[in-house]
C-alpha cells in the first residue's frame, strides 16, 4: 500500500480567461495533517474543490488513495473513504440537526450516533434544534460533523474556523488533534496564520494560483521568517563593540520631539544570548535603561518576506 494519500501534479485550473490555479505540485503523507496557506482568491479553494472531484482540472493530474476524483467510477469508490467541510453547506433549514445526521450517517449505510457526534463537536444538546436556527459557526460546526462522521481516511477541511467564535474554534482545533492521533490525513484550506502554525505538520502557502514555499511551519520561519529582533531603548546607550556585530541594528528617532529614541537591533543569532549581551552593553555603558524587549519571528514574518503581501491586511478589512 503507498504511503502518499494525494498526489498532485502540475494542476492548472482555468475558468474563462481566469487561471485560477497554474501548476500546482505536491504529494501528502498518510497521517498528515496539510495546510494551504494564502490570502483570499490565491487559488485554495479551487485547488481542494479539483481534490475531491466538485471541479475537474484543466490540465494536471489528482490522485486520492491511488484513484483518480476527476473520473466518476473513481470519485464513487472514494466518497466513502474521504469527508468534506467546505465553506457553505446548504442544508434544509427547517430539518433538525439530529435529522440531518441521520440523514448522513444512512448514506453511508451507519448506524447514527447522534448525541455523540452532537458532543463531539459541541452541540451537545441541540439536536432537536432546526438547522435555520443555528449561528454562522455552529452550522460550520455541523458541517464538520458531516465531514466526520462515517470516519473517513482523509478529511478536507475549507476555511473551516472562517465565521466562528473562539469557542468553535477550540472545538474545530479540537478535531483536527484527534484526527492527527487516529492516523487520518487532513487538508486544510485557511487564512489563519495562527491555525495553520498551530495545526499543521507542513504547509504550502499559495500565492496567485503558485505554490511559492513549502515545508514545516518552524523551518518555513527559520528559513524565511528573518530572525528574530530587540528593541533597546536607553538614555546614553550606542550599539558598540561586540553587540554591534551581533546583527543589523537601525536607530529609531523619538516620538514627538521626546529625548532618546530607541534602537533595533535584527538579528539571526539564537535572540536568548544576544539579550544578554545587550544588557550587559548597557550596564557597562552606564546608560539608563527604559525598555528592553525581544520578538521572534513568527510564521507571518515568513508570509510576508516570501509574499510580499500581509494576511493581516485582509483580516482587517473584514475579510473572512
Known amino acids: 500500500m503507498t504511503d502518499v494519500s494525494i498526489a498532485v501534479a502540475h494542476l492548472v485550473k482555468r475558468f474563462g480567461e481566469v487561471e485560477a490555479v497554474r501548476g500546482i ?14 490570502r483570499n482568491g490565491a487559488g485554495k479553494t479551487t485547488t481542494l474543490e479539483c481534490c475531491i472531484g466538485l471541479t475537474k482540472p484543466t490540465s494536471g493530474s489528482v490522485r486520492m488513495l491511488g484513484l483518480d476524483p476527476s473520473k466518476p467510477h473513481d470519485l464513487g469508490l472514494l466518497r466513502p473513504r474521504f469527508g468534506a467541510q467546505l465553506q457553505t453547506t446548504s442544508l434544509p433549514e427547517k430539518a433538525r440537526i439530529g435529522e440531518v445526521l441521520e440523514l448522513y450517517a444512512r448514506y453511508y449505510g451507519l448506524r447514527p450516533a447522534v448525541a455523540a457526534l452532537c458532543e463531539r463537536v459541541g452541540l451537545g444538546g441541540k439536536e432537536r434544534q432546526p438547522v435555520g436556527g443555528l449561528s454562522g459557526g455552529e452550522r460550520q460546526r455541523l458541517a464538520l460533523a458531516l465531514a466526520i462522521q462515517h470516519d473517513p481516511e482523509v478529511a478536507f477541511l475549507d476555511e473551516p474556523t472562517a465565521g466562528m467564535d473562539a469557542y468553535g474554534r477550540r472545538v474545530l482545533w479540537g478535531e483536527v488533534e484527534h484526527l492527527r492521533q487516529a492516523g487520518k490525513t487532513v487538508i486544510l484550506t485557511t487564512h489563519y496564520i ?3 502554525e498551530r495545526l499543521c505538520d507542513e504547509i504550502c502557502i499559495v500565492q496567485q494560483g503558485r505554490i511559492v514555499a513549502r515545508d514545516t511551519p518552524a523551518r518555513l520561519i527559520a528559513r524565511a521568517g528573518g530572525g528574530s529582533t530587540v528593541t533597546v531603548e536607553a538614555v546614553g546607550f550606542v550599539p558598540s563593540d561586540g553587540v554591534a556585530r551581533a546583527g543589523r541594528w537601525h536607530h529609531e528617532p523619538p516620538a514627538g520631539g521626546s529625548d532618546g529614541g530607541h ?10 544570548p544576544v539579550l544578554a549581551e545587550v544588557v550587559r552593553a548597557v550596564d557597562e555603558q552606564g546608560a539608563q535603561l527604559r525598555a528592553l524587549d525581544m520578538r521572534r519571528a513568527t510564521l507571518e514574518d515568513a508570509f510576508l518576506n516570501l509574499t510580499g503581501e500581509r494576511i493581516a491586511d485582509e483580516r482587517e478589512a473584514g475579510a473572512a
Do not use: C, K, M, N
Open 25 to 38: 505540485d505536491f504529494e501528502i503523507r498518510r497521517g498528515t495533517i496539510f495546510g494551504l496557506l494564502g
Open 194 to 196: 495562527e491555525e495553520a
Open 263 to 272: 534602537w533595533v537591533l535584527a538579528t539571526e543569532h539564537d535572540p536568548g
